[in-house]
């Protein structure tokens, strides 16, 4: 990981003072289930910057393999440096493109399709960002304190005649059309994710999940297996807690807690500067280099 540096003032006029900027990443526990049916549809990815969550359609042919296709593209960017948010929203549109064209002509795969939900660290504006991503009803949240909030909005029919209040909340769950999704990955050329960007905080825990977690526990009863001492040990708490709630589809879930991995050292000359820091000459510059 590059580190990114802040100029700080000398504290003589002639000693050269240098700094770290926070450094932010995740922390990371999975967990996957079939659930109630043959086989598992559902791919994850985990990593220090990037997290996602891909259902492959249950009634679509080949659901894994577009899951997979996802989850393919999106493990690549653990191999670069530093992501951006163009970086993650091409990653995800090369996906789609090749979920589309793959289903083509194809025998067993005309309707492949999957979801795709997670979140990742980019580097925007000279600071590290949150960036939210969703494309179908898969979804990702965030607990900061004790407050659980759903990052991402379900691509869905149900939530389409909420909106346009044909139906009501109290009516999601029992509505016959609940599994009607107005968008997913492969459907047509050029789908691109809904996405959103907040300031990440250490102490954060996201949790990113198929609807075979979210259709089957309500957020009360998230928040409560989230209060666990560590991702993994959250993850498991969650699946279990599906699984006990008789849950029918495949369940997925990936927990990460944000965590600061750089600490400011006490200072020193620039000819004595440890690997990888760079000197912060007193001359005003901001964090991320900009005046």
Avoid at 17 to 26: P, Y
Avoid at 36 to 51: K, Q
Avoid at 63 to 92: C, F, H, K, N, T
Wanted: aromatic content about 2%; proline content about 3%.
């Amino acid at each position: 990981m590059i580190p990114q540096f802040r100029r700080r003032a000398s504290v003589t006029g002639e000693r050269r003072g240098w700094t770290k900027v926070m450094q932010l990443e995740f922390r990371v526990g999975s967990a996957t289930d079939v659930g109630g049916r043959t086989r598992n549809e559902d791919r994850l990815v985990e990593g220090a910057r990037l997290i996602a969550v891909a259902d492959g359609m249950g009634g679509h042919d080949a659901g894994d393999v577009a899951s997979q296709m996802a989850a393919d593209e999106l493990a690549r960017l653990s191999r670069m440096p530093s992501l951006e948010v163009y970086d993650v929203v091409a990653s995800i549109q090369r996906a789609n493109d090749r979920i589309a064209v793959a289903s083509r002509g194809l025998e067993g795969r005309a309707r492949m399709g999957t979801t795709v939900t997670g979140a990742a660290l980019v580097d925007e504006h000279g600071r590290r960002e949150l960036l939210v991503f969703n494309v179908g009803d898969s979804r990702t949240y965030l607990l900061r304190g004790a407050q659980l909030e759903q990052l991402t909005h379900d691509d869905s029919l149900v939530n389409e005649l909420i909106a346009v209040g044909e139906l009501v909340e109290e009516e999601r769950s029992s509505d016959a059309r609940r599994n009607v999704l107005t968008r997913v990955l492969g459907s047509a050329l050029g789908t691109a994710p809904s996405t959103s960007t907040l300031m990440p905080q250490p102490g954060d825990r996201l949790l990113a999940c198929s609807d075979g977690i979210s259709d089957v526990l309500d957020e009360a009863a998230l928040l409560a297996y989230l209060d666990r001492a560590t991702p993994s040990a959250a993850a498991e708490a969650l699946c279990q807690g599906a699984m006990a709630a008789r849950a029918r589809d495949n369940m997925t879930v990936v927990v990460a807690d944000i965590v600061a991995t750089a600490d400011e050292p006490a200072g020193g000359d620039a000819d004595t500067l440890p690997p990888g820091w760079r000197s912060t000459l007193d001359d005003g510059l901001e964090p991320g280099g900009a005046r």
